[in-house]
């Protein structure tokens, strides 16, 4: 929130790769859970039928309809308010199922680089609470947070639920606070989440020793307090910026405003999508690129470089895309291009050995070529034999998965060109076009499409076809995408 006197380094994305990057575990999607809910009601209407026809009509008719009436007002209820986003929603249905803007359940193994920590779920409740609320991406709070309280991703559930507590604490009117950061820094800046309160007089006084004693502090806090009131998550009449949860729900709406959306949205604190520099109909618009989350933590720090050089800006973004839920740790089975098969998997010369478990596709220089899963982009750029390739990883942290390779490209795309790496890739999204780069490769356009497991291993040839579209495809065969691009198109 403002340059502090304790910055501290981030994780490089070499780590944050080696920690297993992203894609982990994720809550049942709201969908499933409502046609759950839906099976459980036809069940019950079905079992009271069942006990209207043996008893044979009469008074019991009037009672089953009035049942029945019942159930039907029990299963509205029910599917209503389990729809609606903000307060409607139950804190375990506001992850956000695979789609970029809910966090794995190891977030905070990749923030602390411990991979024996337990990590808390009421923790990760509240990221995604907030930020399914003011459609905020969880892991772009967790990256801020990782920079500006790290020690809230030590802690227990206990610990998680004392500290953002409405009561029996000893914050404001008996608020739960994080015993970390309960003191204003000399900028004012105080809690987890490091708002800036600047003379409030519920909080301990501090002595400015900012770089600029006479500038005056604005209490932004002041301005974001209520997130906990407009999200109906809490009712207290002034919330605390130490309390955990108060912080997080203050810095979602605050960061939400900071990425650019409408005034009049920012002002109300009711957001309509995750991310307004995107069509509101492509897929995966959930999401944030780079620019939503320089936009946001820029704003939110006051700079995304600092004066001492500490790149914020691409520490939370580091963190947002190694804790992401955004991906899958398996292939769905598509081609990446379309042609025809002139190399099979295992069938000796260029694919045997470490290049077993591949095949090759021609068709003419340029064809467009897609990712066939969503993951991290590990490498972008010539090989050993000066093949132009792309390798895109996607394991979850427990090391299931694959890492699928794109190899003789004869050029890669905008998208991936302007991806860093360790950064995510959709599935579908464009690749590159298809070429002949590489020694061994010379006049033969095709694209070798390989994939590997998580550790960069070989597949075995059963376990490789299973993973096509057809896995009794043949040399000679033709096959076709139905990918068309996602940030990218051909």
Same mark, same amino acid.
């Given at each position: 929130?403002?340059?502090?006197e ?8 070499q780590q944050?790769?080696?920690l ?5 575990k994720?809550?049942?999607? #709201?969908?499933? $859970? ?9 069940r ?8 209207i026809?043996a008893?044979g ?14 159930? =039907? ?15 409607g ?21 990749v923030?602390?680089g411990?991979? @024996?920590?337990?990590c808390? @779920?009421?923790l990760e409740?509240?990221?995604?609470a907030?930020g399914a609320f003011f459609?905020?991406?969880a ?9 500006e ?5 030590s802690?227990? +559930?206990?610990?998680i639920?004392?500290?953002?507590? +409405?009561?029996? &604490? ?8 994080d ?5 204003p820094?000399?900028c004012?800046?105080v809690?987890p989440m490091?708002?800036? =309160? ?9 002595? +400015? ?11 932004v806090? &002041?301005q974001y307090?209520?997130?906990v009131?407009?999200?109906k998550?809490?009712?207290?009449s002034?919330?605390?910026a130490?309390?955990i949860?108060?912080?997080i729900?203050?810095?979602?709406? #605050?960061?939400k405003?900071?990425?650019g959306?409408p005034?009049?949205?920012? *002002?109300?604190?009711? %957001? ?7 069509? !509101?109909n492509?897929?995966?618009? +959930? ?9 946001a933590? &820029?704003?939110?720090? /006051? ?8 790149e ?18 398996s292939i769905?089975? #598509?081609? !990446?291009t379309? /042609?025809?098969v002139?190399?099979?998997?295992y069938?000796g ?6 290049? *077993? ?11 467009p ?8 982009l590990?490498?972008?750029g010539?090989g050993?034999?000066?093949e132009?390739?792309v390798a895109i990883?996607?394991a ?7 890492v ?5 490209l004869d050029? =890669?795309? @905008?998208?991936i ?12 999204? $464009?690749?590159g076009?298809? /070429?002949?780069t590489?020694d061994?490769?010379? &006049?033969?356009v095709? $694209?070798?499409?390989?994939i590997h497991?998580a550790h960069?291993?070989?597949l075995?040839?059963?376990? %490789? ?6 896995p ?5 065969d ?7 691009g996602?940030?990218?198109? !051909?």
């Open positions: 929130m403002a340059e502090r304790d910055e501290q380094q981030g994780l490089n994305p944050i790769a080696e297993g990057g992203q894609l982990l994720r809550a049942p999607s #709201k969908a499933a $859970l409502q046609q759950a809910q839906k099976l459980v009601a036809q019950a209407v079905i079992w009271v039928a069942g006990i026809a008893a009509g009469g008074v019991i008719l009037v009672f089953f309809f009035l049942f029945l009436a019942i159930i =039907i007002v029990a299963i509205v209820v029910v599917l209503f308010f389990g729809a609606i986003g903000g307060t929603t139950p804190i375990a249905e506001a992850a956000g199922g695979g789609d970029g803007t809910g966090i794995i359940s190891t977030y905070c193994q923030v602390t411990d991979s @024996t920590m337990p808390s @779920t009421e409740k509240i990221f995604e907030a459609k905020v991406p892991g772009v709070l967790v990256g801020v947070a990782s920079i309280g790290p020690q809230i991703f802690y227990s +559930d206990d610990e639920l004392a500290y953002s507590a +409405d009561s029996g &604490g000893s914050g404001i009117d008996g608020q739960g606070i015993p970390a950061n309960s003191t820094n000399g004012g800046a809690g490091q708002f800036l =309160i600047d003379r409030d007089s519920n909080y301990p006084a501090w002595v +400015d020793t900012c770089e600029n004693p006479a500038a005056a502090v604005t209490n806090w &002041g307090k209520t997130a009131n407009i999200a998550v809490s009712s207290i002034n919330p605390d130490r309390n949860r108060n912080a729900y203050g810095a979602a709406w #605050k960061l405003c900071d990425s959306a005034a009049d949205e920012c *002002a109300s604190g009711n %957001f309509s999508r995750y991310d307004h520099t995107d069509n !509101p492509e897929e995966y618009s +959930d999401a944030w690129e780079r620019e939503d989350v320089d936009a933590a &820029g704003g939110y720090y /006051g700079a995304c470089v600092s004066s001492t050089g500490y914020y800006c691409q520490t939370v973004w580091d963190i947002y895309v190694a804790v992401s839920d955004y991906g899958s740790s769905p089975s #598509k081609w !990446p379309s /042609g025809w002139s190399q099979g998997p069938s010369g260029s694919h045997s050995g470490d290049y *077993a478990s591949s095949v090759d596709i021609d068709n003419d220089r340029g064809t070529i897609f990712s066939t899963q969503s993951g991290v590990i490498y972008k010539y050993d034999i000066n132009l390739y990883n996607g979850d942290a427990n090391f299931n998965g694959y699928t390779f794109y190899v003789h050029s =890669i795309s @905008t998208c060109e302007n991806t860093p790496l360790y950064s995510s890739v959709p599935e579908g999204e $464009l690749v076009y298809m /070429g002949d590489g061994n490769s010379t &006049g033969h095709h $694209l070798h499409y390989m497991d960069n291993q070989t075995s040839e059963e376990e %490789f076809r299973s993973l096509l579209p057809d009794n495809v043949q040399v000679g033709n096959v076709t995408t139905n990918y068309t996602v940030n990218c198109h !051909p």
